[in-house]
């Protein structure tokens, strides 16, 4: 019997941006769904990574709502044990970045 696989780099080997520790309580909605409050574990221009239970499904279309910023849509890059990786549809401002880091 032959399988056919594919070898898929690690979620941290993907980033488009470095991330920044950042431990900031904020609100996750899916599409569809109500808030879910969330901890924002790193962050970066393009995405971040946020502990939240129940997970959304990989590719899910959601919004972040950080502390003083409008609703910031993503989508679900990666899931794994009570976390998910976001990926912003439109980066964050370096300025963003670094407040909710030195909030940290």
């Known amino acids: 019997m032959q ?3 594919e070898l898929v780099e690690s979620p941290s080997n993907q980033r488009r941006a470095e991330r920044k520790l950042a431990g900031v309580r904020s609100a996750l909605r899916p599409r569809g769904m109500g808030s879910i409050p969330v901890q924002v574990i ?3 221009e ?3 990574r946020v502990e939240v239970r129940p997970t959304p499904y ?8 950080l502390p003083g910023l409008e609703a910031w849509h993503a989508r679900v890059a990666w899931v794994g044990d009570d976390c998910v990786g976001l990926s912003f549809s439109n980066p964050l401002h370096p300025a963003v970045v670094e407040r909710f880091v030195s909030a940290a």
């Open 42 to 44: 790193d962050i970066s």
């Open 3 to 5: 399988v056919a696989a």
């Open 46 to 48: 393009m995405g971040c």
């Open 58 to 65: 990989q590719g899910t279309t959601v919004w972040l709502k």
